[in-house]
């Protein structure tokens, strides 16, 4: 057994392909998966809100969480005040129960949000990267976008080294027009950033 990945606030699944290729189980958490424990092969999809879910008690390999960012990120910062202080503190609230079960795995961990709130309201993230910093990852490449992208990292949590490619496409994440699913596909994870952090990291777990 190499130990299970979490990762929380998580629809795509994105971050936990490769190690779901490596052969590792992998547990992903959101309120759009469907309500309970839904397994199909070593992927676990889990509907529930994380505020009031508690994680198996097993062994960890490593764990993520990307809070949603709507009530966070810097570039909404022009709505915080019509949308009042319940709603960021809710979201903030969420972080911080992202924060006690990434804790608690005892595993190396990271947790994903944009430039926003999180800087001044917690701390300065550990690290700060664009998509197109990890394009090379990929085969093609690809991921050849801007989009500023804060980390919070703890126990062990290893950054993996650049492998940047021009970054052509520009900032097309927040050029994309309206639309039900917008925020969903804004907050996909980078595959390129998703093989680049298992690479960095698998590599001390076995």
Same mark, same amino acid.
């Given at each position: 057994?190499?130990?299970?990945?979490?990762? +929380?606030?998580? +629809?795509?699944?994105?971050?936990?392909?490769? #190690?779901? %290729?490596?052969?590792?189980?992998?547990?992903?958490?959101?309120t759009q998966h469907s309500? $309970?424990? *839904?397994?199909?092969? *070593?992927?676990?999809?889990?509907?529930?809100?994380?505020?009031?879910?508690?994680? !198996?008690?097993?062994?960890?390999?490593?764990? =993520?969480?990307? !809070?949603?960012?709507? *009530?966070?990120a810097g570039s909404g910062?022009? #709505? =915080?005040?019509?949308?009042? !202080?319940?709603?960021?503190?809710?979201?903030?609230?969420?972080?911080?129960?992202?924060? %006690?079960?990434?804790?608690?795995?005892?595993? !190396?961990?990271?947790?994903?949000?944009?430039?926003?709130?999180?800087?001044?309201?917690?701390?300065?993230? %550990?690290?700060?990267?664009?998509?197109?910093?990890? $394009?090379?990852?990929?085969?093609?490449?690809?991921?050849?976008?801007?989009?500023?992208?804060?980390?919070?990292?703890?126990?062990?949590?290893?950054?993996?080294?650049?492998?940047?490619?021009?970054?052509?496409?520009?900032?097309?994440?927040?050029?994309?027009?309206?639309?039900?699913?917008?925020?969903?596909?804004?907050?996909?994870?980078?595959?390129?950033?998703?093989?680049?952090?298992?690479?960095? *990291?698998?590599?001390?777990?076995?």
């Amino acid at each position: 057994m190499k130990g299970i990945v979490l990762s +929380l606030c998580d +629809l795509t699944g994105n971050m936990v392909k490769p #190690w779901l %290729e490596a052969g590792y189980e992998c547990w992903i958490v959101d309120t759009q998966h469907s309500p $309970g424990e *839904n397994r199909d092969g *070593n992927l676990v999809r889990v509907g529930a809100d994380i505020r009031y879910w508690l994680p !198996p008690r097993v062994e960890y390999a490593i764990a =993520f969480a990307f !809070p949603p960012c709507t *009530n966070l990120a810097g570039s909404g910062a022009r #709505w =915080f005040a019509a949308k009042g !202080p319940r709603v960021i503190g809710e979201s903030m609230m969420l972080v911080g129960a992202c924060m %006690e079960v990434l804790c608690w795995t005892g595993a !190396p961990w990271m947790i994903d949000n944009p430039v926003g709130l999180l800087s001044t309201r917690w701390r300065t993230p %550990e690290h700060i990267f664009d998509p197109c910093d990890y $394009g090379g990852y990929l085969d093609g490449p690809g991921d050849a976008y801007t989009k500023k992208t804060c980390l919070w990292t703890g126990n062990g949590f290893r950054m993996p080294p650049l492998r940047p490619v021009a970054p052509v496409e520009g900032s097309r994440i927040h050029l994309m027009p309206p639309s039900p699913d917008r925020a969903n596909r804004r907050s996909e994870t980078p595959m390129g950033f998703a093989r680049a952090v298992f690479e960095a *990291n698998a590599e001390v777990l076995v």
